[in-house]
């Protein structure tokens, strides 16, 4: 198997020989992205009522199951709170379970706030 070419001084890699060529103009590509029409918060549709009745929408966080793993956790939280002040946060659920991950599994913890 040839080694791989390392890159330029600029950043760029080098062209290998005997690579596909481009698509010709025109041509729409296969591969689709997921999540290109997700919509940030800034954009719902549905406003978070600071009503205290009913939950209009999720945001989830996970980590990993360990003491800097839920630190982190915490300070996500946190910082997306702070970051939204409009919002109320309505209840929220945890679960713990194996996280699956190109590394093997793990113990993992979900927390969805409900706002």
Do not use: C
């Not at 791989?4 to 005997?18: L, N």
């Amino acid at each position: 198997m040839p080694d791989r070419p390392e890159p330029s001084s600029e950043g760029r890699p080098i062209p290998v020989e005997g690579a596909a060529p481009a698509p010709p103009a025109g041509l729409n590509p296969k591969i689709k992205t997921f999540g290109g029409g997700m919509r940030h918060e800034d954009s719902w549709s549905r406003s978070p009522n600071v009503t205290g009745t009913g939950a209009i929408h999720v945001r989830s966080f996970h980590s990993k199951l360990s003491d800097d793993g839920i630190a982190y956790l915490d300070r996500q939280v946190n910082e997306w709170l702070d970051a939204h002040p409009q919002y109320e946060v309505k209840f929220v659920t945890t679960a713990v379970g194996e996280w699956t991950s190109k590394l093997g599994k793990e113990a993992g913890l979900v927390v969805q706030v409900w706002v």
